[in-house]
């Protein structure tokens, strides 16, 4: 009779930033725990009922917001709210080989929105971050804004059941990419198909399919329009991706114990940060690293506060 072995789970925080796991041995299982630098994710309500249903929406939901990549999609619902996320399976994957990480040791991988959704304070997950509970949403945040921490203590926190599978080849075909490639592709051949048939007799059952199509596709009433709505959203797009790419080169720096971001501001589409405890050899070294990451931006040392603004 043969009776069935159980491997001991470990739980993992993963985050690029954090240091290397601990080594694990073969009697040993990984529960992985997404830090939210892995995933973007929305809560909001949907007029629809099911999870299923919902997750038929996020592509079209996420679009606006995700950088270019090949995206997976996974939702639950809480109340009458939805949890929605986007991810890449690719990314994830080559960050767990990094850390030396084998996918067949791996017994789940769970969101840190549904472990630490509860959380009360703030915990430090490592030398620079930390996670809080911010309008029901577990967001990361440097660790020199908390005046207060909690000790990460993962094997005292209770798994949520709402886990991800990723995905080993979904990236070698770019999914996202092709749905818009398809839609534009069906988008354009009904408005050819429009124009062929408005030369024959039904007129009007033509028109008819036509107001259809533009309504099952959101579209305005005319391609100048829609042009214009496209030139719109690209704007947007690259302003809020120079914003992120700005104040992630800030987060990214490895400040000096006396150094602190005291102040992040962004108006009328320009960035500022204010640094305090800067040396005048500081102020070269951060604007070194700030040039070397292709951030334009200008500078004001006074004191020992460095002032450093970008126009987006």
């Not at 429009?194 to 030369?199: G, L, N, P, S």
């Not at 005319?222 to 914003?243: E, P, V």
């Not at 790419?245 to 204010?274: D, P, R, T």
């Not at 070294?285 to 070397?292: D, F, G, P, T, V």
Request: hydrophobic share 40%; proline share 2%; charged share 30%.
């Amino acid at each position: 009779m043969f009776t069935k072995f159980k491997r001991e789970t470990k739980r993992v925080f993963l985050d690029p930033v954090n240091r290397e796991i601990e080594e694990y041995d073969q009697s040993q299982k990984l529960s992985i725990i997404l830090s939210p630098s892995l995933y973007w994710v929305k809560k909001m309500k949907l007029p629809v009922k099911s999870v299923r249903e919902a997750k038929s929406l996020l592509p079209s939901i996420f679009e606006e917001i995700l950088l270019e990549g090949d995206y997976s999609y996974s939702a639950y619902k809480s109340g009458e709210e939805f949890y929605l996320f986007a991810y890449e399976d690719k990314k994830i994957l080559e960050l767990l080989q990094v850390k030396g990480v084998a996918l067949a040791d791996v017994e789940g991988v769970y969101f840190a929105q549904s472990i630490f959704c509860e959380l009360e304070g703030t915990v430090g997950i490592n030398e620079t971050q930390a996670l809080q509970v911010k309008d029901s949403l577990v967001v990361l945040l440097p660790r020199t804004w908390a005046k207060e921490l909690q000790v990460l203590d993962l094997e005292s926190l209770k798994l949520s059941t709402h886990t991800i599978k990723l995905q080993q080849f979904g990236h070698i075909v770019n999914r996202g990419a092709t749905y818009k490639i398809a839609t534009v592709l069906v988008v354009l051949i009904a408005i050819i198909s429009i124009e062929v048939y408005i030369t024959a007799v039904k007129k009007d059952e033509i028109v008819f399919a036509k107001e259809e199509l533009f309504s099952e596709y959101k579209l305005q009433a005319t391609m100048m329009q829609n042009r214009s709505t496209l030139d719109k959203y690209m704007k947007i797009h690259k302003k809020q991706k120079g914003l992120r790419e700005s104040v992630g080169a800030f987060l990214s720096l490895s400040l000096k114990k006396e150094e602190k971001i005291e102040l992040v501001e962004y108006k009328n589409s320009s960035l500022s940060v204010l640094l305090s405890g800067v040396t005048k050899l500081r102020e070269l070294e951060i604007a070194k690293i700030l040039k070397e990451k292709g951030i334009n931006f200008k500078e004001t040392l006074q004191g020992s506060d460095m002032r450093v603004e970008m126009s987006l």
